[in-house]
């Protein structure tokens, strides 16, 4: 239980419905075992009527026996309706409950997931985090609707209908009562199983989800290589081994619930011996004997049901165990609460940055500065750090060491949400909604756009022309991941959503790759005129992009080799002279 310990909060929040929940538990068994109270009494009246029926005028008899059937039969019946809406009642809060705060756990995971930064998603797969938010949820509900519901039920009509026969008869209810402490042992034992059982199932359902995941995202290259027999093999033996797996816990479940079963099919065969007997010595009447069998048989359910709870609890426990490894992940940094200023320069220090995968740091040695207006290019070739160096200027990453300091203040001092407002950034790998071009173009933008500056954006990224051979313009649905799209039309809707945002700083990590070269240069000139006095970062292994920038960093196995204009790493640095050489040849 102590997992579950941390949905106490949920359970607190909703006390007051849980509280009523339990209270519709308690009514429902108090009506219940009144049931074979009345069952008890007509029993007996009906039997004393027949053994009398000499001694009864025929107009009496009949008199007698009306009130003997209709009046028990009418109380049976009241206590039965009344169980029943309490029952309804008890659902109704309890199952409610459990949905609501199923509703909460998956918004708080979700909002969890923003936090996250970008080290957490490197290390973890997509299908894996849709498993916990989905599946292990679902789990966790069973536990705070189903569980809770039925472990109330069997305290409170335990303790009631073990209470009513002790009162009848206290030897031969620890007659019947004999078999139970084998059954909590059985219990006891079964459960550690069913935990394992069940921690292995979850833990295979995430590697099932995320099989299918990454097959759908990679649908195209799969069916280009011709590979759809290996995925299809490799999918059916994940299956297979998933079925394995709850065949294995349906097993041990098999064994379980006969054996419950075994062990209250003796105690209602010691009632009958037992009570027989007792009728015979004049101690105990019919009417007991068939009241002990209705309690006993109403003991069946909540008994047999402490198995099921108990798989439900410990499936619950092997799911929240691993929502808490994420819940229980920490959030990246963000503890300022300054607006980002209007800055002059950006220093930044990294002696060294390693990825927890790595063996060798990514970058080391770097020392920058960024000033405002600049015009600022990142050469170098695959490998070289670029990403990473982008990455942890836009704070998806963070530094383990190092600073970053704006106009002499640490960022750390500036709210995080403030700094990305006040950047664009476009990514080497482009990102886009399955929704419409206009859609995907307008994300992000926290301003009215009109139509003027919607055709002036799109001139920008050259994507005028592109529109146009759209059946319906704009407002096509492009499909998931963009899918229709070319992947230039893809770079070239990313840099217009970018330039959509009123930003001060506007970062290019690469983002013209798979555009061609007259292309390429047409979208730098107009950049140049579109982003005039604003700070841009272009990112490329080519030279050609950031040709005329007025600093250009170059990057060398994690380090800034050179710094300079273009004319003067031509003449000073051999690596940059080399590159741009070849690049030269191959245009």
Not at 339 to 359: A, E
Not at 469 to 478: D, Q, S, W, Y
Request: hydrophobic share 45%.
């Amino acid at each position: 239980m102590s997992e579950l310990a941390s949905l106490n909060k949920y359970l607190l929040r909703y006390k007051w419905l849980i509280l009523l929940g339990i209270a519709c538990v308690v009514l429902s068994n108090l009506f219940a075992i009144y049931i074979p109270v009345f069952v008890r009494l007509g029993i007996d009246d009906a039997l004393w009527i027949s053994q009398n029926i000499s001694l009864i005028e025929n107009n009496l008899l009949y008199a007698a026996a009306l009130k003997t059937v209709l009046g028990f039969g009418i109380a049976i019946l009241v206590a039965a309706i009344l169980k029943g809406v309490f029952l309804f009642l008890m659902r109704q809060t309890l199952i409610v409950t459990s949905r609501n705060i199923e509703y909460d756990q998956k918004n708080e995971i979700f909002q969890k997931y923003e936090l996250l930064g970008e080290e957490f998603y490197r290390n973890n797969y997509t299908g894996d985090l849709m498993s916990r938010i989905s599946e292990d949820v679902s789990n966790v509900r069973m536990y705070i609707g189903p569980s809770i519901m039925y472990f109330a039920n069997i305290i409170f009509s335990f303790v009631m209908i073990v209470t009513q026969m002790l009162m009848i008869n206290a030897s031969l209810t620890a007659w019947v009562l004999l078999p139970l402490p084998f059954l909590s042992y059985s219990i006891y034992v079964v459960s550690k199983k069913i935990n394992i059982g069940n921690k292995r199932i979850q833990e295979q359902l995430s590697h099932i989800t995320t099989k299918a995941q990454e097959t759908f995202a990679g649908i195209r290259i799969i069916k280009s290589f011709g590979a759809e027999r290996h995925f299809n093999d490799d999918f059916f033996e994940s299956g297979k081994t998933f079925q394995e797996k709850n065949l294995s816990l349906a097993k041990i479940n098999a064994i379980f619930f006969p054996l419950m079963t075994l062990l209250m099919g003796l105690s209602t065969i010691l009632v009958l011996y037992i009570g027989g007997w007792e009728v015979k010595e004049g101690r105990f009447t019919p009417g007991n004997v068939a009241e002990f069998i209705i309690y006993l048989n109403m003991l069946i359910w909540p008994v047999a049901s402490l198995g099921w709870t108990t798989a439900l609890v410990q499936k619950a426990s092997a799911s929240q165990k691993r929502i808490n490894e994420f819940l229980n992940q920490p959030e990246q940094n963000d503890s300022g609460i300054a607006p980002f200023p209007d800055f002059q320069n950006i220093h930044v220090s990294i002696p060294k940055y390693q990825y927890l995968d790595k063996d060798f740091p990514a970058l080391h040695g770097v020392d920058i500065d960024i000033k405002k207006g600049q015009f600022i290019g990142v050469v170098g070739k695959t490998g070289s750090g670029k990403t990473t160096l982008i990455q942890l200027l836009t704070r998806q990453l963070e530094l383990q060491d190092g600073t970053f300091k704006v106009d002499g203040v640490d960022m750390s001092d500036y709210a995080l949400t403030a700094f990305r407002s006040k950047i664009a950034y476009v990514q080497q790998d482009t990102f886009l909604f399955s929704d419409t071009l206009k859609e995907n173009i307008l994300f992000g933008s926290e301003k009215e756009v009109s139509e003027e500056d919607l055709q002036r954006i799109l001139k920008y990224s050259a994507l005028n022309n592109d529109i146009q051979m759209f059946p319906n313009g704009l407002e096509t649905v492009i499909g998931e991941r963009g899918v229709s799209l070319s992947g230039g039309q893809k770079q070239r809707m990313s840099l217009a959503r970018a330039l959509m945002r009123d930003a001060d700083i506007y970062i290019f990590d690469d983002c013209l790759s798979a555009v061609d070269a007259e292309t390429e240069a047409a979208i730098i000139e107009r950049l140049k005129i579109a982003l005039k006095d604003k700070t841009i970062i272009m990112s490329s292994h080519r030279i050609a992009p950031v040709l005329k920038a007025d600093v250009i960093w170059v990057l060398e196995d994690g380090k800034v080799a050179a710094k300079g204009t273009h004319e003067k790493l031509v003449g000073t640095n051999d690596y940059y002279s080399w590159l741009f050489e070849n690049q030269s040849l191959d245009a």
